[in-house]
């Protein structure tokens, strides 16, 4: 079984930075992405950020480009969210997530961890 654990999240200010780190444990598995979704509250979840196993492309919503970077370790298997600059509209649950070879989308997720940014 594969396992992602987040860790990082918290309550900040706006105007501060956090980082979320997530890990891959459990059995090993390929995948060919693995990224950061968030579920503000009373909305859908949404995509954040992602990036590729294979050349480690990366891919950022509009709502967070320049102002967050993911980025993994060299294994592929842990992946971080580096959020600058946060903002009220920042606050949500963030999910990690991995895209299974094999799978149509993403198909692990972790449990998630709360950002609270307060003005």
């Known amino acids: 079984q594969v396992r992602l654990v987040e860790s990082g999240g918290g309550s900040v200010q706006t105007g501060d930075s956090l980082r979320l780190s997530c890990a891959a444990a459990g059995r090993p598995f390929s995948h060919y992405a693995m990224g950061w979704f968030r579920q503000p509250p009373g909305k859908e979840r949404e995509f954040v950020a992602s990036?590729?196993?294979?050349?480690?492309?990366?891919y950022y919503a509009p709502s967070v480009e320049g102002r967050f970077s993911i980025s993994r370790d060299k294994t592929g298997t842990r992946v971080y969210l580096q959020m600058n600059s946060l903002k009220p509209e920042d606050t949500a649950v963030y999910y990690c997530?991995?895209?299974?070879?094999?799978?149509?989308?993403?198909?692990?997720w972790g449990q998630g961890t709360q950002v609270t940014v307060s003005s």
């Open positions: 997530a991995a895209h299974g070879v094999g799978s149509q989308d993403y198909n692990y």
């Open positions: 990036i590729r196993y294979s050349g480690g492309a990366t």
